[in-house]
Nanobody
Framework: QVLLVESGGGLVQAGGSLRVSCAGS????????MGWFRQLPGKEREFVAA????????YYADSVKGRFTISRDNAKNTVYLQMNSLKPEDTAVYYC???????????????WGQGTQVTVSS
C-alpha cells in the first residue's frame, strides 16, 4: 500500500512559478513510476507528466512541455512538479499518482493523492 500526499499548491500570477510536491509512504515507493495529472474546472482529469521508477525517463503533455519539469528523490520518497511560465489555463487540482509504468493514461496508476489546488491569475 502506498499513501500519497500532495502539497505546495496555491495562488500565483500568470508568468510565475510554483513547485508542487508529492510525499509517499512505504519502503516500496522507489519501485513505482509516478505521474502528475490535473483536473481543470468542468473537465476530465488529464495527464500532465510522468517519470519512471529511477528518474531516468520523463514524459510530458504537449500543453506543458518546456514549462513543467517532473523529478523525484527516492531517498525522500518524494516526486516534484516544477511549474514555470504559468498560464491561467493551468488552473486545476493537481494529483499525484503511483503506478506500474510512466504512462499518460489514468488506468496504469494504482494509487492517488488527494490533490492540491493551483490557481493562476491573469
Amino acid at each position: 500500500q502506498v499513501l500519497l500526499v500532495e502539497s505546495g499548491g496555491g495562488l500565483v500570477q500568470a508568468g510565475g512559478s510554483l513547485r508542487v510536491s508529492c510525499a509517499g509512504s512505504g519502503r516500496t515507493f522507489s519501485s513505482y513510476a509516478m505521474g502528475w495529472f490535473r483536473q481543470l474546472p468542468g473537465k476530465e482529469r488529464e495527464f500532465v507528466a510522468a517519470i519512471n521508477w529511477s528518474g531516468s525517463s520523463t514524459y510530458y503533455a504537449d500543453s506543458v512541455k518546456g514549462r513543467f519539469t517532473i523529478s523525484r528523490d527516492n531517498a525522500k520518497n518524494t516526486v516534484y512538479l516544477q511549474m514555470n511560465s504559468l498560464k491561467p489555463e493551468d488552473t486545476a487540482v493537481y494529483y499525484c499518482a503511483a503506478g506500474s509504468i510512466a504512462a499518460n493514461t489514468r488506468n496504469w496508476y494504482n494509487y492517488w493523492g488527494q490533490g492540491t489546488q493551483v490557481t493562476v491569475s491573469s
